[in-house]
């Protein structure tokens, strides 16, 4: 792996070295460009990046702990592989924190905010590409939860997307039939948050999430 290729679709370098590392290499995971199993060898980063060992060490534990990579005593690191299992169990949470959070954040909401995300909605509609579908659609689901402003439930939903979508990108934001139904999920979402409606609106949002199940490649067992 070309790891300065990584490093170019990042951008240059800002802030600390070892955040700028965590980035490229989460990116290259994400993205499927470092594919699960993949050896990740320190020697032939810090090279490629022309940065010392120690932030590509400690770029590699935060990754771990984002289960991301495994780190292995005295074989160096890995990407992770998860199972089906793991998988569907991780969107069992994500749909149950999303859902607790929402009944919190409905409340709150503004006209504001209900502008906003049908604004999202729209660009939706008109995304050109895969990577565009995605963004939108992380927008979409920060916004939704924004007013509860709960930032353990961000950072855990954070760290189950990246797991998540490393294995449904293509089959969730490239399908053209999955980006419709979605968009439609979200709109049916947003109406009954501006009704108030918030046991409507958790069914819808729990119902959205767990469908995803249906993508996940049947390669993965």
């Known amino acids: ?11 240059p370098r800002v802030g600390a070295t070892q ?5 490229i290499l989460r990116e290259g995971i994400i993205s499927g460009k470092l594919e699960s199993g993949v050896q990740l060898k320190q020697d032939e ?3 490629a990046l022309n940065v010392s060992h120690i932030p590509v060490r400690e770029a590699l534990r935060q990754l771990e702990a984002q289960g991301l990579v495994r780190i292995h005593p005295n074989r160096g690191a890995s990407v992770t592989k998860l199972s089906r299992a793991t998988l569907e169990d991780m969107m069992d949470v994500r749909a149950s924190i999303a859902c607790s959070v929402l009944t919190s954040s409905i409340p709150l909401m503004t006209a504001e905010d209900f502008t906003a995300l049908e604004a999202i909605i729209e660009k939706q509609r008109n995304a050109s590409d895969l990577f565009e579908s995605e963004k939108l659609n992380y927008d979409f689901h920060d916004l939704l ?12 939903m954070e760290i189950i997307h990246a797991n998540i979508d490393r294995y449904l990108r293509k089959s969730f934001y490239g399908a053209d039939a999955s980006r419709d ?10 109406a009954a948050c501006k009704q108030g409606d918030a046991d409507t609106a958790e069914k819808l949002l729990r119902k959205h999430i767990l469908d995803a199940k249906s993508r996940i490649p049947a390669e993965i067992r």
């Not at 792996?1 to 990042?10: E, K, Q, S, T, W």
């Not at 955040?19 to 980035?23: A, I, R």
């Not at 139904?181 to 947003?190: F, G, K, L, Q, T």
């Open 1 to 11: 792996m070309d790891y300065a290729i990584l490093a170019d679709a990042v951008g």
């Open 19 to 23: 955040e700028w590392v965590f980035h």
């Open 45 to 47: 980063i810090s090279a």
């Open 145 to 156: 939860l924004k007013r509860a402003d709960n930032s353990i439930a961000t950072l855990l």
């Open 181 to 190: 139904n979605s968009i439609m999920e979200h709109e049916a979402i947003v």
